[in-house]
């Protein structure tokens, strides 16, 4: 079975920096790709950036393009989200996925089979 499990969510001034953690378990990590999406309150969930299996392709929302970096290191079944220059609006909580296919990243949510409890961002201004 599929565990996903995030970390590193909190309270952060505007413009500063916080650093999400996902760890993976029940397959093999680097045989898949991962996202992370959020959800603020009253809005729907969205895309925030994905990586493929083995790191070389990332995919970004344009909101969050040039201050969020997403990686993965797959000899510890981790992915991350380096988040900078942190704003008001990115405030919500941040889920790490999976889908259930190899290799290919999505910016769709329903191309994702496997969801992580989340963790709550909050920018304050």
């Known amino acids: 079975q599929v565990q996903l499990v995030e970390s590193g969510g909190g309270l952060v001034q505007a413009g500063g920096s916080l650093r999400l953690s996902c760890a993976a378990s029940g397959r093999t990590f680097s045989m898949y790709a991962m996202g992370w999406f959020r959800q603020a309150p009253g809005k729907e969930r969205e895309f925030v950036a994905a990586i493929n299996w083995t790191g070389s392709r990332t995919y970004y929302a344009n909101s969050v393009k040039g201050r969020f970096i997403i990686s993965r290191d797959n000899a510890k079944n981790t992915v991350y989200l380096q988040m900078n220059s942190l704003k008001p609006e990115d405030t919500a909580v941040y889920y790490c996925?999976?889908?259930?296919?190899?290799?290919?990243?999505?910016?769709?949510?329903?191309?994702?089979?496997?969801w992580g409890q989340g963790t709550q961002v909050t920018v304050s201004s």
């Open positions: 996925t999976t889908p259930r296919t190899e290799y290919y990243a999505f910016t769709d949510q329903k191309q994702y089979a496997y």
